[in-house]
Structures are given as structure tokens and as C-alpha cells.
């Protein structure tokens, strides 16, 4: 079978709509194709993709059974690249120079770390005022949304393609990226058996490692309501499954 799986299948938002609002549908769906690739590709590297993501990782997951560094989401390097890009157009500097983390569930809760943001090594704190930041972070929880709402009749899909494809190629290259995915956790952050944004090493043993951040406590309460969202997420699908 292949060596990497990416799952896109799955019903997209439509304008008004949250990603939760696609669970039960999608849940359906990702159980037809974790059925699948169990069958047919048991070694494979899985990068899910469907909404909502964090919760249909989970799933597929425990359908298939598959260790947890052969699953993970793609989340982190979606918003994370919003989030560079809406720092990038504030100071009218290249992307390319703007590093940044965005930790937890991929939707509203999701949190940016300005803290962690520089550009070109300088802290994004020493460049831009607090109410700037706040609107950049607003704007990246929001992004899916506003694309949605731009485009009537669907969600985004060059930027989730692209951000697959990082994943992906550094799996079957080795290359020891380190990418915010959605990972399972083992008592990372102090969480246990859930998916959720985190940074990660992405090389040939698949999601390698986690990343652990010393957050502050407003940071960590952020990351715990996330969590939540995640967690009511959870349960619906493991009514289902």
C-alpha cells in the first residue's frame, strides 16, 4: 500500500457553519475510510485533514488502531502559516522571515503565541503594539471562516494542500521538520489521550517527537479551554464509533 495517506474526504463548510457542525456527517465518512486504510495500507504515514480535525484524528485513530506517530492532523501548519502571513502584511516584511507557533484544537479556541513570534529574530513584541497583536491573533482564529464566507460555496484548499505536503515530504525525506501538528498526547502539557496542536519533529518514525513549551499561565488556561472544545468534540465521536 502507499507509504503516506492524506485524508481530505469529508462534507466542507458552508458560509454559517462551524467545523463542528460537520461531525456528524464526517464521522461517517472518516469510519468508511479508516476501515480502508487499515486494510490496504498498514504501514502508512496518516495526515488527516477533515473537520473537525482534531476530533476525526481521534477517530481514525481508533478505528485503525495505528500507532500514535503514524497519525497525526494537519492544523498547526495551516493556522501558524495565517498567522505569519497576517504578521508579514501588518509590517509589510517577507513571510519568510516571520517564525511562529499556534498551539491547541484547529478552531475559534486555537491559541497563537505571540511571545514565541519574531521576525527576523526580533520578538513581534517589540514591533507591534498589544492591540495590533490581539487583532493578528483575532484574525488567525477567525481565518477559516473568512475564507469560507469569501468563497460561498466551499472551505480552503490550496493552503491546506500545501501545508499537507510540508508534513508529508519531510516523513519520506527524513527531513526532522518541526511543524505544529495535531499529535496524540501521552502526558505532553500535562494532557492524555487526546489529539491536539502541538510542535512536533516529523522524519522517517513519523511524528518522532513532541515538543513541550513552558507556557505562561494566561497561555496554559487558553490551551485548557481548547482543550475542552476538543474533549466535547471527542466525546460525540466516541458515541458514535
Do not use: W
Given at each position: 500500500?502507499?507509504?503516506?495517506?492524506?485524508?481530505?474526504?469529508?462534507?466542507?463548510?458552508?458560509?454559517?457553519?462551524?467545523?463542528?457542525?460537520?461531525?456528524?456527517?464526517?464521522v461517517k465518512i472518516i469510519t468508511d475510510v479508516a476501515n480502508q486504510v487499515?486494510?490496504?495500507?498498514?504501514?502508512?504515514?496518516?495526515?488527516?485533514?477533515?473537520?473537525?480535525?482534531?476530533?476525526?484524528?481521534?477517530?481514525?485513530?481508533?478505528?485503525?488502531?495505528?500507532?500514535?506517530?503514524?497519525?497525526?492532523?494537519?492544523?498547526?501548519?495551516?493556522?501558524?502559516?495565517?498567522?505569519?502571513?497576517?504578521?508579514s502584511m501588518e509590517l509589510d516584511v517577507s513571510v519568510e522571515d516571520v517564525?511562529?507557533?499556534?498551539?491547541?484544537?484547529?478552531?475559534?479556541?486555537?491559541?497563537?503565541?505571540?511571545?514565541?513570534?519574531?521576525?527576523?529574530?526580533?520578538?513581534?513584541?517589540?514591533?507591534?503594539?498589544?492591540e495590533k497583536i490581539d487583532a493578528i491573533v483575532a484574525r488567525t482564529r477567525?481565518?477559516?471562516?473568512?475564507?469560507?464566507?469569501?468563497?460561498?460555496?466551499?472551505?480552503?484548499?490550496?493552503?491546506?494542500?500545501?501545508?499537507?505536503?510540508?508534513?508529508?515530504?519531510?516523513?519520506?525525506?527524513?527531513?526532522?521538520?518541526?511543524?505544529?501538528?495535531?499529535?496524540?498526547?501521552?502526558?505532553?502539557?500535562?494532557?492524555?489521550?487526546?489529539?491536539?496542536?502541538?510542535?512536533?519533529?516529523?522524519?522517517?518514525?513519523?511524528?518522532?517527537?513532541?515538543?513541550?513549551?513552558?507556557?505562561?499561565?494566561?497561555?496554559?488556561?487558553?490551551?485548557?479551554?481548547?482543550?475542552?472544545?476538543?474533549?466535547?468534540?471527542?466525546?460525540?465521536?466516541?458515541?458514535?464509533?
Amino acid at each position: 500500500g502507499s507509504d503516506v495517506v492524506i485524508v481530505t474526504a469529508g462534507v466542507p463548510r458552508k458560509p454559517g457553519m462551524s467545523r463542528d457542525d460537520l461531525l456528524d456527517v464526517n464521522v461517517k465518512i472518516i469510519t468508511d475510510v479508516a476501515n480502508q486504510v487499515r486494510e490496504r495500507c498498514p504501514g502508512a504515514f496518516c495526515i488527516i485533514i477533515t473537520n473537525p480535525l482534531d476530533s476525526m484524528v481521534y477517530g481514525f485513530r481508533k478505528i485503525t488502531g495505528f500507532p500514535k506517530n503514524m497519525v497525526c492532523g494537519m492544523a498547526g501548519v495551516l493556522d501558524t502559516s495565517r498567522f505569519r502571513s497576517f504578521v508579514s502584511m501588518e509590517l509589510d516584511v517577507s513571510v519568510e522571515d516571520v517564525a511562529a507557533t499556534v498551539l491547541g484544537g484547529h478552531g475559534p479556541t486555537m491559541v497563537p503565541l505571540p511571545r514565541l513570534c519574531t521576525v527576523g529574530g526580533i520578538p513581534l513584541t517589540e514591533l507591534l503594539p498589544q492591540e495590533k497583536i490581539d487583532a493578528i491573533v483575532a484574525r488567525t482564529r477567525e481565518a477559516g471562516t473568512e475564507i469560507v464566507k469569501l468563497l460561498g460555496n466551499g472551505s480552503a484548499f490550496f493552503s491546506p494542500a500545501v501545508s499537507s505536503i510540508a508534513m508529508a515530504e519531510s516523513y519520506l525525506k527524513d527531513k526532522k521538520r518541526v511543524l505544529p501538528c495535531a499529535a496524540y498526547l501521552e502526558g505532553e502539557y500535562d494532557i492524555n489521550g487526546y489529539y491536539l496542536g502541538v510542535p512536533v519533529i516529523i522524519g522517517a518514525g513519523g511524528v518522532e517527537k513532541v515538543i513541550e513549551v513552558k507556557l505562561t499561565g494566561e497561555e496554559r488556561a487558553l490551551l485548557d479551554n481548547s482543550l475542552n472544545a476538543v474533549k466535547k468534540a471527542v466525546e460525540e465521536v466516541d458515541k458514535r464509533i
